[in-house]
């Protein structure tokens, strides 16, 4: 995703003299190009994410597109107090960009996790939050962002996430991406855990049931139509995400049912928050760790479709 | 970090040690070149801390040094250590990309080989 991300970013500096990009010291291999190309349209500030948000949104006011860019939680959580005052508060055409969301930063433990950030970004004001589910959209959420006129947080995977679309499948900012149709359950993912919703759907399917994958790419606004749509037209809401269980996609998701009233079951797959802490290894170890793996959250899903959806007595 | 330099030399902790293992370099590039820190000692004098620079890779001057703590009755003390990232093996020194890279087998023997100590 990071690569796709700096393609079109390159992209967009090229037709767009506006865009700047703002680094925390962090990109090693991967902003040196834009740097060649855009000189006057780059800077490093630092390892000083407080600043670097507050001089981008310096930046933004004076009519530039700002992107500021680091890893996990370095560019929202240790400056949070710059993003609300600063950047959301005067709707500043500021877009955090961070490498690295959930656990892709895995072996370099806690202080590298990103799994707090969509729920805190989710509750600020003006601000747009995505994480797209694989490069390709990717690098369509750069572009909307870039075409957004505003505040927005755009959380990324690392590298080397698999393409899950094909073809570039439709991109609307606040409007969920559906995968794969079915109508038994539905399986809502956020972030790079497209691929595994998509597999676990592939293997419900030879089960007999019938799947349905959204990609909910962006949080805030969140696409309550498509939450209600599967909420009402099939027996099961899974949510999928590599984030804390507090505030991220199924806090999301379960807010809309409950807006509109309506009682269906939901499976809210994802990080317990008093678990996150100690666990250190690879993305594909930690994700195995918390049940989010291809096989633990599909046999959570079974389980929780004999236990509490086929034998639910009737209301 | 400069907030708590503040408050340090403000209370006058004296049982204080910053030691800052200064190699130059940041992540993308050296420090000189992103973010200057220099005159980093004077820096940290003006914050009201007692500095000496010593040679962050001498193991004696080292243990003096942190021997002679306080060196300032009523103040915290800041060692500027000067340091060589990957210090040792001439092929590695200086070089950002070991901030990210973990030398395999074969080079950790391959330096051992050619740059470890004799007999």
Not at chain 1, 150 to 168: D, N, Q, S, V
Not at chain 2, 64 to 81: D, E, I, M, N, Q
Request: overall charge negative.
């Amino acid at each position: 995703m990071r690569n796709a991300f700096m393609r079109a970013l390159e992209e967009l500096a090229e037709n767009n003299r506006s865009v700047f990009f703002v680094t925390g010291d962090l990109g090693f291999g991967v902003v040196e190009p834009f740097a060649a190309r855009f000189p006057d349209r780059f800077l490093n500030a630092g390892v000083a994410e407080q600043n670097m948000t507050g001089v981008a949104t310096g930046l933004a006011l004076s009519g530039l597109t700002v992107f500021t860019y680091s890893i996990a939680n370095f560019p929202t959580l240790r400056c949070l107090e710059q993003i609300r005052n600063d950047v959301c508060y005067h709707r500043a055409n500021v877009k955090i960009v961070s490498i690295g969301g959930g656990l892709a930063y895995g072996a370099l433990g806690y202080s590298h996790h990103a799994l707090e950030d969509l729920a805190i970004m989710r509750t600020l004001p003006n601000l747009i939050v995505v994480a797209p589910g694989d490069p390709v959209e990717a690098d369509l959420a750069t572009r909307a962002l870039a075409a957004h006129d505003g505040p927005a947080y755009l959380r990324l995977g690392k590298a080397g996430e698999p393409i899950c679309h094909e073809l570039a499948p439709p991109f609307e900012l606040g409007r969920a991406i559906l995968v794969k149709d079915g109508g038994d359950v539905t399986v809502i993912s956020t972030g790079a855990m497209l691929r595994t919703a998509l597999d676990i759907s592939a293997d419900l399917n030879t089960e007999g049931i019938n799947a349905r994958v959204l990609s909910m790419h962006t949080l805030k606004p969140i696409d309550a139509e498509a939450i209600i749509s599967a909420a009402t037209e099939t027996s099961l809401v899974v949510t999928l995400e590599e984030h804390s269980l507090t505030g991220g996609l199924g806090s999301a998701v379960a807010e809309v049912l409950t807006d509109a009233c309506l009682r269906g079951p939901i499976l809210r797959l994802g990080i317990p928050p008093d678990e996150a802490t100690y666990d250190v290894g690879s993305q594909h170890f930690l994700r195995s760790r918390h049940g989010l793996s291809r096989a633990a959250a599909g046999a959570r899903i079974r389980q929780f479709l004999a236990d509490r959806v086929l034998r639910a007595p009737a209301t | 970090m400069w907030e708590a330099a503040l408050l340090a030399s403000h209370h006058g902790v004296d049982n204080l040690i910053a030691i800052i293992d200064y190699n130059k370099l940041q992540s993308l590039d050296t420090v000189e070149r992103t973010v200057r820190l220099e005159p980093l000692g004077d820096k940290w004098r003006a914050f009201g801390w007692e500095v000496r620079e010593i040679d962050g890779h001498d193991h004696d001057e080292l243990l003096k040094a942190f021997s002679a703590v306080p060196r300032l009755s009523g103040r915290p003390t800041c060692f500027v250590a000067h340091t060589v990232k990957g210090k040792g093996v001439p092929e590695m020194e200086n070089r950002v990309e070991w901030h990210y890279r973990s030398p395999s087998a074969d080079q950790i023997d391959w330096a051992k080989k050619n740059w470890g100590p004799r007999g």
